[in-house]
């Protein structure tokens, strides 16, 4: 079945520490996306990537990197500046970034938690 | 600033009610307005609107679109204990190929 696998599910960190997502997709995507999600806020985009190598800054970039080395995968990183990490993270795909077109497939997503 | 409201932001409801999910939005070069189904974790795709007065519908939702009034109305008929989920409403920005969303609307269906 294809899909997105995010991972873990649920993640723990001090302050102080970089954690990394994973997300991998086998649907042959092109684009892919990584929003987050806090309690009572709208999805809120991070980053996202229309073609491997390649990636541009959403709404909320500060704090986070990420890489596309691979068609299947789309890496974030939350680094120690992000002041408030702690939210639920969820990477999404699309058949070729022309939404338009092809709305999001979403992943299962991952609760971060940052004491 | 483009923005998307949702209202209400929070529905309690018992099974076989009729409910009306509101998003008014405010957006620049609006392209098309979807609705997403959040059950637990990923949110899943239901309806993408683009044209004015055309009604979207699978089973017991619909949705419609108004771009004079800039507004979407997502209903739900005869609510099942398997609605409640939070509904996402999003905005895609032609250019940018963006989507700004709501803040989502709570919907709890009991039996």
């Known amino acids: 079945d294809g899909g997105i696998t995010q991972s873990p599910k649920y993640l723990f960190r001090k302050e102080g520490q970089n954690v990394t997502l994973s997300c991998e997709q086998n649907?042959?995507?092109?684009?892919m996306y990584w929003y987050r999600q806090d309690p009572g806020q709208g999805l809120r985009l991070i980053y996202y990537?229309?073609?491997?190598?390649?990636?541009q800054k959403g709404d909320i970039a500060e704090g986070y990197s990420v890489s596309r080395e691979k068609k299947e995968s789309f890496p974030l990183t939350v680094t120690s500046a992000q002041k408030n990490p702690t939210a639920f993270y969820l990477c999404?795909?699309?058949?070729?970034?022309?939404?338009?077109?092809?709305?999001?497939?979403f992943g299962n997503g991952t609760r971060l938690t940052v004491t | 600033e483009d923005k998307v409201v949702q209202s209400p932001l929070s529905l309690v409801v018992h099974e076989g009610d009729t409910v009306t999910l509101n998003c008014s939005y405010e957006v620049t070069n609006f392209r098309s307005l979807l609705w997403y189904k959040q059950e637990k974790k990923a949110p899943t795709f239901l309806f993408m609107l683009?044209?004015?007065?055309i009604e979207k519908k699978s089973g017991r939702l619909s949705s419609i679109l108004d771009k004079k009034e800039l507004f979407s109305i997502l209903n739900i008929t005869a609510t099942q204990t398997g609605d409640s989920a939070i509904y996402l409403c999003a905005v895609l920005q032609g250019g940018s190929e963006k989507l700004v969303f709501g803040k989502g609307t709570k919907l709890t269906v009991n039996p």
């Open positions: 683009t044209s004015s007065g």
């Open positions: 649907l042959n995507h092109d684009a």
């Open positions: 999404a795909s699309s058949i070729d970034g022309q939404l338009y077109n092809s709305p999001l497939h």
């Open positions: 990537s229309q073609i491997v190598n390649d990636f």
